[in-house]
Nanobody, 114 residues
Framework: VQLQASGGGLVQAGESLRLSCAAS????????VGWYRQAPGRQRELVAH???????HFADSVKGRFTISRDDAENTLYLEMNSLKPEDSGVYYC?????????WGQGTLVTVSS
């Protein structure tokens, strides 16, 4: 199983980014998937979560600004991030849980300048 995250970068506050997480060796559609982020000196935290029946959950700090989705045909997970703030900066990791096994992508860095 491999999760390949991409799409991070340096943006200004108020701009948008879309993160992608391409899965291989496992089916995204039948899995519980999510995005986490870790800022320097802080613990990794849940940003958004999408379960196997399509129910989403977002951290309070990103509600209304971030959207999580998956493309079953592409077997890819996405995180659309709008109205980015400096406090959204960090390394973003995609996560997949299936049949009791937990998998992580390698992380993609998001830096939001003020």
């Amino acid at each position: 199983v491999q999760l390949q995250a991409s799409g991070g970068g340096l943006v200004q506050a108020g701009e948008s980014l879309r993160l992608s997480c391409a899965a291989s060796g496992v089916t995204v559609r039948l899995s519980v998937v999510g995005w986490y982020r870790q800022a320097p000196g802080r613990q990794r935290e849940l940003v958004a979560h999408l379960n196997d029946i399509g129910i989403t959950h977002f951290a309070d700090s990103v509600k209304g600004r971030f959207t999580i989705s998956r493309d079953d045909a592409e077997n890819t997970l996405y995180l659309e991030m709008n109205s980015l703030k400096p406090e959204d900066s960090g390394v973003y990791y995609c996560n997949l849980l299936r049949l009791g096994q937990n998998f992580w992508g390698q992380g993609t860095l998001v830096t939001v300048s003020s």
